[in-house]
């Protein structure tokens, strides 16, 4: 079941998969993260995204994002950057606020990626038109995707517009959530649960428009080999920075 601004309602928790007969409970899926874990949340630091927002009456807007990465610990930040005509601007430059949710490397989320690159008209529901299930966030207006594995809902901080047409965002975490298989239990993420994407770049896309995106989740532990001072002055995260000179 959905409300009038297309939103699936967690109360009664039916999706577009009511109609196979299969209620999902999306609070029994995702789990909410407390802020001391936001850091360890946005990890990878920065992969493929798909942004929420809306607009002055409420209406959702869904659109994609390759160049999208938490840019400080704490508070946890995001950071992007978007054409000023397009909807997401708009729609954050009049609300505040945004929700950048972290689709998997599936191929069925992927093709929903790309419907939400395409240029629909300001107010369409981008997330009906690809089928992507939007459920409310916890703190802000633009919805969570369901189909995605973890959710930071952010405040604006500070926007800059530069080269003329080109806004760049910043929001703070005010709060995240992901789907309870993709974290341990001291809220790490596992990475091949959650199975983040890079996207090639519009470059990459083949004459007919197909896409290519990477895999962004093969972990490799990689130890300090250099010796020097400068090895043991790396600080905690979040403390202040080692004094110089
Ligand atoms: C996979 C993919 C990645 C994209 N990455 C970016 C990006 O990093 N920056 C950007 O400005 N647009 C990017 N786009 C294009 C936007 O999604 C597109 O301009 C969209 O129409 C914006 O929608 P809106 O008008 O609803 O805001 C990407 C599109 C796709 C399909």
């Given at each position: 079941?959905?409300?009038?601004?297309?939103?699936?309602?967690?109360?009664?928790?039916?999706?577009?998969?009511?109609?196979?007969?299969?209620?999902?409970?999306?609070?029994?899926?995702?789990?909410?993260?407390?802020?001391?874990?936001?850091?360890?949340?946005?990890?990878?630091?920065?992969?493929?995204?798909?942004?929420?927002?809306?607009?002055?009456?409420?209406?959702?807007?869904?659109?994609?994002?390759?160049?999208?990465?938490?840019?400080?610990?704490?508070?946890?930040?995001?950071?992007?950057?978007?054409?000023?005509?397009?909807?997401?601007?708009?729609?954050?430059?009049?609300?505040?606020?945004?929700?950048?949710?972290?689709?998997?490397?599936?191929?069925?989320?992927?093709?929903?990626?790309?419907?939400?690159?395409?240029?629909?008209?300001?107010?369409?529901?981008?997330?009906?038109?690809?089928?992507?299930?939007?459920?409310?966030?916890?703190?802000?207006?633009?919805?969570?995707?369901?189909?995605?594995?973890?959710?930071?809902?952010?405040?604006?901080?500070?926007?800059?517009?530069?080269?003329?047409?080109?806004?760049?965002?910043?929001?703070?975490?005010?709060?995240?959530?992901?789907?309870?298989?993709?974290?341990?239990?001291?809220?790490?993420?596992?990475?091949?649960?959650?199975?983040?994407?890079?996207?090639?770049?519009?470059?990459?896309?083949?004459?007919?428009?197909a896409a290519k995106f990477?895999?962004?989740?093969?972990?490799?532990?990689?130890?300090?080999?250099?010796?020097?001072?400068?090895?043991?002055?790396?600080?905690?995260v979040g403390a202040p920075?080692?004094?110089?000179?």
């Open positions: 079941m959905r409300d009038n601004a297309g939103i699936a309602k967690t109360s009664l928790l039916h999706t577009d998969r009511e109609m196979d007969n299969v209620a999902i409970n999306w609070d029994e899926i995702k789990v909410d993260v407390p802020e001391k874990n936001y850091d360890k949340l946005a990890s990878p630091v920065g992969t493929l995204v798909m942004i929420t927002t809306v607009d002055r009456e409420g209406r959702i807007n869904g659109a994609s994002f390759a160049t999208c990465f938490r840019n400080n610990h704490i508070p946890t930040c995001y950071e992007f950057s978007v054409d000023m005509h397009k909807d997401t601007a708009a729609n954050v430059l009049a609300t505040g606020e945004f929700t950048v949710n972290i689709p998997p490397f599936d191929r069925s989320v992927l093709e929903k990626v790309c419907i939400l690159g395409l240029p629909f008209a300001p107010g369409v529901n981008e997330l009906e038109k690809a089928g992507l299930t939007a459920i409310p966030s916890r703190v802000v207006k633009p919805p969570r995707i369901a189909e995605c594995g973890s959710h930071f809902e952010c405040r604006v901080e500070w926007t800059k517009q530069w080269l003329e047409t080109r806004l760049t965002v910043v929001g703070r975490v005010v709060a995240a959530s992901v789907n309870r298989d993709c974290i341990d239990s001291e809220g790490y993420v596992i990475h091949d649960k959650l199975r983040p994407a890079h996207y090639c770049g519009h470059a990459y896309n083949t004459k007919d428009g990477v895999a962004a989740y093969e972990v490799m532990e990689v130890p300090m080999v250099y010796t020097g001072p400068e090895a043991k002055m790396m600080t905690a920075p080692p004094k110089r000179g």
